[in-house]
């Protein structure tokens, strides 16, 4: 599969500074290592992920190790040390949609689209969250929610690969949206 991940930007990282000084002024080195998680959750928030050199001003103004900031990053499932996808999708893996075919979707996207175990496609794509719950749309199952806000519904195994080329070349014609269910 074709693998085209965009050059990244230089993080503006003051926002970071910002609240690391504001906030996480920790007394003693006991105090900087119950710190990391919270600093690294701040990150997160920002950035969506917890990029390197977040990870290491964490550690600069903590007064604790790269390793130390790594071990947690990497020990808690949440954080994202790799950027997520350029778009996002909720796919609902609730009982109506897992009857309704959920697994084949999910079987696609390991499948063909290489989704790795974060939910992410290798190209940068997108990054999906298999939704263990209910989105409370049980009448369009199965059914995933795009950036948050465009409900695709029905979905079955041809629509899903559509909407992956429709995301894709729609980012090549420079931000093209499509049409929703
Ligand atoms: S189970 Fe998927 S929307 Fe309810």
Same mark, same amino acid.
């Given at each position: 599969?074709?693998?085209?991940?965009?050059?990244?930007?230089?993080?503006?990282?003051?926002?970071?500074?910002?609240?690391?000084?504001?906030?996480?002024?920790?007394?003693?080195?006991?105090?900087?290592?119950?710190?990391?998680?919270?600093?690294?959750?701040?990150?997160?928030?920002?950035?969506?992920?917890?990029?390197?050199?977040?990870?290491?001003?964490?550690?600069?103004?903590?007064?604790?190790?790269?390793?130390?900031?790594?071990?947690?990053?990497?020990?808690?499932?949440?954080?994202?040390?790799?950027?997520?996808?350029?778009?996002?999708?909720?796919?609902?893996?609730?009982?109506?949609?897992?009857?309704?075919?959920?697994?084949?979707?999910?079987?696609?996207?390991?499948?063909?689209?290489?989704?790795?175990?974060?939910?992410?496609? *290798?190209? $940068?794509? /997108?990054?999906?969250?298999?939704?263990? %719950?209910? &989105?409370? @749309?049980?009448? =369009?199952? *199965?059914? $995933?929610? /795009?950036?948050?806000?465009?409900?695709? %519904?029905? &979905?079955? @195994?041809?629509? =899903?690969?559509?909407?992956?080329?429709?995301?894709?070349?729609?980012?090549?014609?420079?931000?093209?949206?499509?049409?929703?269910?």
């Amino acid at each position: 599969m074709e693998s085209k991940v965009a050059p990244r930007q230089p993080l503006d990282l003051s926002p970071l500074q910002r609240i690391l000084e504001e906030r996480y002024r920790p007394q003693d080195y006991q105090e900087a290592q119950e710190l990391i998680v919270g600093a690294c959750q701040e990150a997160q928030r920002l950035f969506g992920w917890v990029p390197p050199e977040a990870a290491q001003l964490i550690a600069g103004h903590l007064g604790v190790t790269i390793n130390r900031v790594y071990g947690l990053l990497t020990f808690y499932a949440d954080f994202r040390t790799q950027p997520p996808g350029r778009h996002y999708l909720w796919l609902c893996y609730g009982a109506a949609c897992y009857v309704a075919g959920a697994r084949r979707l999910i079987d696609l996207l390991r499948d063909e689209y290489d989704m790795d175990e974060k939910g992410d496609l *290798p190209d $940068g794509t /997108l990054s999906i969250n298999i939704f263990n %719950g209910c &989105l409370g @749309v049980c009448d =369009l199952a *199965p059914v $995933g929610q /795009l950036d948050h806000h465009e409900y695709v %519904g029905h &979905l079955t @195994v041809e629509e =899903l690969r559509t909407l992956i080329e429709r995301l894709r070349s729609g980012e090549e014609a420079e931000g093209t949206h499509g049409g929703s269910h």
